[in-house]
């Protein structure tokens, strides 16, 4: 089946303007996490949804940031008055309900901000 | 906290084998391996529940000692595709299923 799709794979924009971020998890997948990698670095959690609970928003890090997810399926990732140092590849991955909870990633989404 | 690998990269060839380590300072429920290769997205490989299991498929294989709380992933007889970085992600439980991910060990494997 389809894995996990994002868009735009790859996003220009200037510093201080708003932008958005689409992923689009495996079919029947409940659980969508975000994730930021910088160049040459590990990934760093952003924020996690399961199902209708609310969401794990403990690794966003400014508020900037927010997240959101529309009927338990599509999530769109917004940073607000971007700044260069949100310059960096966003990952999405999504996993079953049940353990182990396997997270499968998308390609990504290279953001660069001027 | 950030779990830590070692080595951050190693070299070698083909056919040789290769380990990578991954230690955490906080009792782990999950240990996760992936690959990731340049511009590519990261690529799952396996998972490892506490209880100390070892598990592996063809020529990778991986180990979960809980009670030092390290994971150590085992390449054998390795193969130029094998080449990439390979992270490990920690889980502190069922419940909260976000990953904190190592910083990454660099294999290259040269023909």
């Known amino acids: 089946g389809a894995g996990v799709s994002q868009s735009p794979s790859n996003k220009v924009t200037e510093k201080g303007k708003d932008v958005e971020l689409r992923c689009d998890p495996i079919s029947g997948h409940t659980a969508l996490y975000w994730y930021r990698q910088s160049l040459g670095q590990g990934l760093e959690f952003l924020i996690y949804f399961q199902g209708n609970s609310a969401p794990d928003k403990s690794g966003l890090p400014s508020d900037r940031f927010s997240a959101e997810r529309t009927g338990g399926s599509v999530s769109t990732l917004t940073i607000q008055r971007t700044q260069q140092e949100d310059s960096a590849v966003y990952l999405c991955?999504?996993?079953?309900?049940?353990?182990?909870?396997?997270?499968?990633f998308g390609p990504g989404t290279r953001l660069t901000v001027t | 906290q950030q779990p830590v690998q070692s080595p951050q990269a190693v070299i070698l060839r083909e056919g040789e084998d290769a380990v990578i380590n991954c230690s955490s300072s906080?009792?782990?429920?999950?240990v996760h391996w992936y690959r990731q290769k340049h511009g590519e997205a990261p690529i799952f490989l396996m998972i490892l529940l506490k209880g100390g299991e070892q598990k592996g498929h063809d020529k990778i294989s991986a180990s979960f000692n809980e009670k030092k709380q390290q994971s150590s992933l085992y390449l054998t007889a390795s193969q130029l595709s094998y080449s990439g970085t390979y992270f490990c992600g920690t889980g502190l439980s069922g419940s909260a299923r976000q990953l904190t991910f190592g910083s990454g060990t660099q294999l290259t494997v040269l023909p």
């Open positions: 906080k009792a782990l429920y999950s």
């Open positions: 991955a999504s996993s079953l309900e049940l353990a182990p909870y396997e997270q499968y």
